[in-house]
């Protein structure tokens, strides 16, 4: 269920977005909607860090520098520094590829003229034509395409002027007597392209600084996150992008290059703080730096328009250092977890090796949702704490198999081909998604879900925009025939999960009631009846409230919450519990091994089976029943010692990956003596009296 409502609930976000870009202003609310969510997650990380605002678990923290080179990492909202990392790279390619895209691309070699650098001229020439050109007009000598043959003979005669020019002027023009106006035209055609070129150069400046304002914030959140691989999921997107149109290079240098390095700057100041800044001191130091990167970016945009030859190289020189600093003062802070072991890494190998082995046992429809989650303690080799399996690709196979799998790969295929034929610069924002999340858990996230379904719908947005203005809205005019079933589909899918969620919502509200009621065992038997009515399928619900039930009706609840939750290992144990406490060692021995086999490395579940077949033999003895207590006896030493076996495998393996401290302690030692007293004892042909302890 939990499945059914998390993709539905990315098929009604699909469906909304194509539906909203179809809209004659769609692109602009898209782009709203990204831009906005992309400086909400950056700023309050950033905010949480250097001006107090109180986000939970906005920094995670670790002592062991194979972790974190600072002791502490930036997780801001997603409260996980390497999805976080992963959505501010995103986000960051986004601007910087805008960026670069601002200038007209005019070879392969690189060289760019910019395309806002031209915005003057052209609003200077927009509008009416200049006098200069009037007079051109005149003399049927100027019309540069702007009017045709025929108007240009009717101005000259005097009767197409359109008011352009008077009648009067235009006999002065003729008969050259109007030279003392001509020079007054004159000045006032170099006011005009004064005046056109500083609201061209306004404009420009305004765009610019649109594009360039959010890269500070998001290449400090990125750093700050100290996520190698969201690092190296970035460089591997724009590397691709570059390889594609290699003329980008320079664009991306000059736009990338100041917020780099102002980033680079707050992160070794915060890092020698472990992520900690007063709020008035911190919010000063962010506050300048970014608008430091904001000037200096806007600076060398404008001095590369303007310059040429070796004037531009040396802004690219400028903007190279900038760039090579900044790298050299990351690298040189996080050099040990670059160059030295990761454990992070080995223990990805580890799940990967463990998930293979699950998928092999339903390869082709996968075992159902959330399998790892709920099937890791039992697949797990080695002791380590895990519940996600670090890959999205991986994590669709176990749960849907061959057949999931092949369909997922094929939306983000049918993602990317829209995306490079409609926009090609939302491409590198793209391909991070999809790279970074084979090795990490980013799609267990609905943001990351969110963010890959909206890049291709702004694409289209885009697309649909360009049409319109050019008058081939071929995609609106197919579009107009299926709107409204769209909208019917949506909204009968969205009443449909909106039930399950109620249900859902209502039970989990109930469940936590109960918790709270813990002391009126009647009130909490009725609310935990309230909440399995609400959702049957809530396997922590029903173990609680077989807890408070009779023996009988206990295990009968447990067995039918078995039917949703087949693998679950909280059921498992608590129905081993109540056998432990019957009199059948057998059946008890049966529910105990398939509890351990559901969780393996659980130390304390295997030393309080083990004590609780001794309890039992102990009770089978009290009642004169030695077949009994040497049955139970028998059972618990079998128990402890397959219990030894898998601890002295696990110590000669080493500490590495005993993450849930597997081992055998003191205490089991004493219950083996206790067993093999009670075992003597039970075998004997006079009873004696046991002495327990």
């Known amino acids: 269920m939990n499945e059914l409502l998390r993709w539905g609930f990315y098929t009604s976000f ?24 992309g400086l909400v997650i950056s700023l309050s990380a950033l905010l949480a860090v250097c001006g107090g605002l109180p986000v939970p678990y906005a920094v995670a923290y670790s002592q062991s520098p194979e972790v974190s080179a600072t002791g502490a990492r930036l997780a801001g ?113 170099a006011i005009a392209g004064r005046v056109g070129r500083a609201l061209g150069w306004s404009a420009e400046l305004r765009r610019t600084a649109a594009r360039l304002l959010p890269l500070f914030p998001y290449a400090a959140a990125l750093l700050l996150s100290e996520s190698r691989g969201a690092w190296l999921a970035a460089a591997s997107a724009g590397a691709a992008a570059l390889l594609w149109k290699r003329q980008l290079s320079a664009p991306l240098l ?32 962010l506050a300048g730096l970014w608008a430091g990167a904001l000037l200096a970016g806007l600076w060398l945009h404008r001095r590369s328009c303007r310059a040429a030859g070796w004037h531009r190289a040396a802004m690219l020189a400028l903007a190279a250092v900038a760039w090579t600093a900044a790298a050299s003062a990351v690298l040189l802070q996080v050099r040990a977890r670059i160059t030295g072991p990761s454990p992070t890494a080995a223990a990805r190998g580890l799940f990967y090796r463990d998930a293979w082995k699950l998928a092999a046992e339903a390869p082709w429809l996968g075992r159902g949702g959330e399998t790892w989650r709920h099937s890791y303690l039992a697949a797990q080799s080695r002791p380590y704490v895990g519940s996600q399996v670090h890959s999205g690709y991986l994590d669709i196979l176990l749960n849907l198999g061959t057949a999931g799998l092949a369909a997922v790969l094929l939306l983000l295929l049918a993602a990317g081909w829209l995306v490079f034929k409609a926009s090609p610069r939302l491409l590198p924002p793209l391909l991070v998604i ?24 702004w694409a289209l947005a885009e697309t649909i925009a360009r049409q319109v203005a050019e008058g081939t ?24 999960l909106s039930i399950l969620s109620y249900q859902a919502m209502r039970g989990a509200a109930l469940y936590k009631q109960a918790a709270r009621t813990s002391t009126d065992p009647a009130a909490q038997t009725v609310l935990l009846r309230q909440s399995l009515a609400w ?19 206990g295990m009968d609840l447990l067995q039918s919450s078995m039917q949703f939750s087949p693998g679950d290992a909280a059921l498992h144990w608590e129905l081993a ?8 060692p057998g059946e008890a021995l049966y529910w105990v091994r398939r509890s351990l086999k559901a969780d393996i490395f659980n130390a304390a579940k295997r030393l309080a089976a083990i004590e609780g077949m001794l309890k039992m033999a102990e009770r089978g003895l009290a009642e004169g029943n030695r077949q009994r207590a040497a ?51 039970a075998i004997q042909d006079e009873p004696k009296k046991l002495v327990t302890g």
Not at 100 to 128: N, Q
Not at 577 to 584: A, C, F, S, V
């Open 14 to 37: 699909a469906l909304f977005a194509v539906l909203v870009a179809g809209n004659r202003r769609g692109g602009t609310l898209l782009a709203a909607v990204w831009h906005l969510l």
């Open 77 to 189: 909202l997603l409260q996980y520094p390497n999805a976080f990392g992963a959505v501010m790279a995103v986000f960051l390619l986004e601007r910087l590829f805008a960026a670069a895209y601002g200038f007209r691309l005019t070879g392969p070699s690189g060289t760019v003229s910019g395309e806002d650098c031209a915005e003057g001229e052209v609003e200077a020439s927009r509008g009416a034509v200049n006098r200069a050109e009037q007079e051109n007009i005149a003399s049927g000598e100027g019309g540069g395409g702007a009017i045709s043959r025929a108007e240009q003979e009717n101005i000259a005669s005097g009767e197409g002027g359109g008011g352009a020019v008077s009648r009067a002027e235009q006999e002065n023009i003729a008969s050259g007597e109007a030279e003392g106006g001509a020079g007054s035209r004159a000045g006032e055609t």
């Open 254 to 285: 000059l736009a990338g290059a100041a917020p780099v390095a102002a980033a680079a700057l707050l992160y070794r100041q915060l890092a020698r703080t472990g992520l900690a800044a007063e709020p008035l001191p911190g919010l000063l130091l």
């Open 434 to 457: 999809i790279l970074h999340s084979a090795v990490d858990f980013d799609w267990s996230y609905g943001l990351i879900w969110m963010l890959l379904l909206l890049l291709p719908a």
């Open 473 to 496: 809205a071929i995609l609106t005019r197919l579009r107009r025939s299926w709107p409204y079933a769209g909208i019917a589909v949506l909204c009968a899918l969205t009443f449909m």
């Open 535 to 553: 959702n049957p399928r809530e396997p922590q619900t029903a173990a609680a409230l077989s807890r408070l039930l009779p023996e009988e009706q």
């Open 577 to 584: 519990e109540r056998y432990l406490q019957g009199r059948d």
């Open 631 to 681: 049955d139970s006896a028998a059972a618990g030493l079998e128990l402890l010692r397959q219990y030894s076996l898998l601890a002295g495998r696990e110590h000669s393996a080493g500490r590495r990956h005993n993450d849930r401290g597997f081992g055998i302690n003191e205490q089991a030692e004493g219950v083996y003596l206790r067993l093999r007293a009670l075992q003597a004892l």
